[in-house]
């Protein structure tokens, strides 16, 4: 039996490695997994028509969507199990994600603790509802505070933009604190500090998020707030397999948690 797994780029880490982890469950577990992955110049439904024509019993899409967009692929899989990993949480579809909130609050509170008041943000995408989330998330335990974000950068989560963002906000103050939306772009980030000399932890402190394979080798290693991709692509496989098998789909919340490595003080 197969199943199909439509994802967003595999040039980022994020979905790699959930990527990776999904194939050695569905292994494990006697399944064949057949994998589309997005392309910007297709809709979402272009690459999970891939996956149909491929005869796929049963589906995971993790490609940021909304609920709408959701709906309209969980209609054109039929009677198929369908289960989302990146989807807006008011979708009416099934659904395996970690929460941001729990890790977010983490995050804030441990810069506070610091002594720390000037905490900017680097969002991700604005047309990912994953990182509207985390900003979301981020507000919110900074109001527990009474604080707002200092500044609000954004980037399209690659180490790149990470880099240009921080590059763009060089001339003007610097935040104490920086909060990431994810590993990818605080790896860029740190590269444009380090050009200007600007020292971390000691001039600013910095928190990614994902905690992807890569990120504990990190110079210097990276605090983060982390989703256990690992336990993602097991979960997501195991929850899927229980529809495909006529069992019900257990919900079962996913924590985010703050990963204490060096780039705080
Ligand atoms: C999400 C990652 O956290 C982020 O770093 C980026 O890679 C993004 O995916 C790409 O779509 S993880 C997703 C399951 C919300």
Not at 65 to 86: E, H, R
Not at 142 to 149: C, Y
Not at 241 to 254: I, N, P, R, V
Request: charged share 15%; proline share 5%; hydrophobic share 45%.
């Amino acid at each position: 039996r197969t199943l199909g797994l439509a994802t967003s780029d595999l040039a980022l880490m994020a979905p790699a490695q959930i990527a990776s982890a999904i194939q050695q469950r569905a292994a494990a577990q006697g399944y064949h997994l057949v994998i589309a992955m997005a392309n910007p110049d297709n809709a979402p439904q272009d690459t999970v028509n891939e996956l149909l024509a491929q005869r796929v019993d049963a589906l995971l899409i993790n490609l940021p969507l909304d609920a709408a967009q959701a709906a309209q692929i969980q209609q054109q899989c039929d009677n198929k199990p369908v289960l989302f990993l990146d989807v807006e949480r008011s979708a009416e579809v099934a659904q395996c994600q970690y929460q941001s909130e729990s890790g977010a609050q983490q995050a804030v509170d441990h810069l506070v603790a610091l002594g720390h008041r000037q905490i900017g943000v680097l969002n991700g995408p604005e047309s990912s509802a994953s990182a509207r989330a985390r900003f979301a998330a981020w507000q919110q335990a900074l109001a527990a505070h009474q604080l707002k974000p200092f500044c609000v950068l954004s980037g399209d989560w690659s180490a790149a933009s990470g880099y240009q963002a921080l590059l763009a906000r060089l001339p003007n103050t610097l935040p104490q604190a920086l909060l990431v939306a994810n590993d990818q772009m605080a790896l860029g980030a740190m590269r444009a500090l380090h050009q200007h000399g600007v020292k971390i932890p000691a001039e600013i402190s910095l928190i990614g998020y994902d905690d992807t394979a890569e990120s504990a080798w990190y110079q210097p290693p990276l605090t983060t707030v982390r989703q256990d991709l690992q336990q993602l692509g097991a979960v997501s496989v195991d929850r899927l397999l229980a529809q495909l098998e006529g069992g019900d789909m257990a919900e079962e919340t996913l924590e985010t948690e703050l990963v204490l490595r060096e780039t705080t003080a």
